[in-house]
């Protein structure tokens, strides 16, 4: 019967049952990745057809002489683009495509027999930048490209 490592003491009695911890921690993080995608690019998605709709309303008001109406609407674009400021979905959304990419490009190299310490270095790396909303490669030695 294999037993699960102590992750205080660093030893190990099973790979296979490491490695498969390990597979199920990348899921996990994609699944995770693969979420806040999904957020950020519906939001990203309403923000921009909001403010798409309220300018065509205010070509709609301003053609039919309704001034006080377009000043109201002109307001609301106002505010969808400052929210689109203040909110960066849409670089979210490219940030979280590449993390969504380069983790299922991490389970390809697992199920291809990549060795597990390259594989917990790589999600290491990933998870890195994730916390500090960095884009791939910008952290400290991520890649062993880098390294050379």
Known sequence: MAT???PLMGNSTSTASDTTALIAEVNA???????RLAFNTRWD???NVAGIVLSVAIIASGAFELSKLT???GGLVAAIVTAQRAFPFGSRVQFYR?????TSNLITDARTGAPAATIAQTLK??????AQQLPRGSSFNTDETEKK
């Open 71 to 73: 000043s109201v609407l």
């Open 45 to 47: 998605n309403m923000l």
């Open 29 to 35: 993080f994609l699944v995770d990745c693969q979420h």
């Open 4 to 6: 699960v490592s102590d």
């Open 98 to 102: 590449v993390l969504v990419g380069q």
């Open 125 to 130: 790396s990933l998870r890195l930048d994730f």
